[in-house]
């Protein structure tokens, strides 16, 4: 990043001062297609160790998915950007557990991936919305009172046809 303008000619001896990040790097859990890619600033050879994991905590209104916890051989330098591969690609949340605290984050759908921020490693879990089973019930109920109705119709339709014949024969 330069402190000074560059879009303009430079036409005389200008010092600039320049600021380097260190860059972005994405490891991953080893698998293939990876399991989980982490992305932050990290130390040169960090390596990444995925564990699954089981969860028996209950988050309101969500039901569990898979659950893992990860390490990093060395410290990330900035926030750790998580990409866990979700196979349904609906994750609504992740419940996120850092020092032995639950706490639940908002997540991103990419692909086949769900996408959230931590600071540190740590222990999460997948979070799917339940579905109310009130839904399933009006639907069947639905379906069956509209089949019903279509028997009785057909059923009226085939005894108008018969009245018929017989008044003619």
């Not at 990876?34 to 600033?41: G, K, Q, T, W």
């Not at 998580?82 to 997540?107: E, P």
Request: glycine content about 4%; charged content about 30%; some cysteine.
């Amino acid at each position: 990043m330069w402190d000074k303008d560059v879009k303009s000619p430079i036409i005389r001896h200008t010092t600039f001062s320049a600021e380097y990040n260190k860059a972005t790097t994405t490891i991953s859990s080893g698998e293939e297609p990876p399991l989980m890619l982490a992305e932050s600033v990290f130390a040169d050879n960090t390596t990444l160790s995925l564990k699954e994991e089981d969860v028996d905590h209950v988050f309101d209104g969500y039901k569990n998915g898979k659950a893992y916890s990860f390490t990093l051989s060395k410290d990330a330098y900035d926030v750790i950007k998580v990409h866990i591969r979700d196979d349904k690609k609906k994750a609504a949340k992740i419940a996120m557990q850092i020092d032995g605290k639950w706490s639940m984050v908002d997540c991103t759908i990419d692909g086949s991936y769900a996408v959230f921020e931590t600071a540190k490693p740590c222990k999460y879990v997948l979070l799917y919305k339940k579905i109310s089973p009130i839904v399933p019930i009006v639907i069947c109920g639905g379906t069956a009172v509209l089949l019903m109705a279509v028997f009785i119709v057909l059923r009226r339709i085939k005894k108008h046809g018969r009245s018929k014949e017989k008044e003619n024969v």
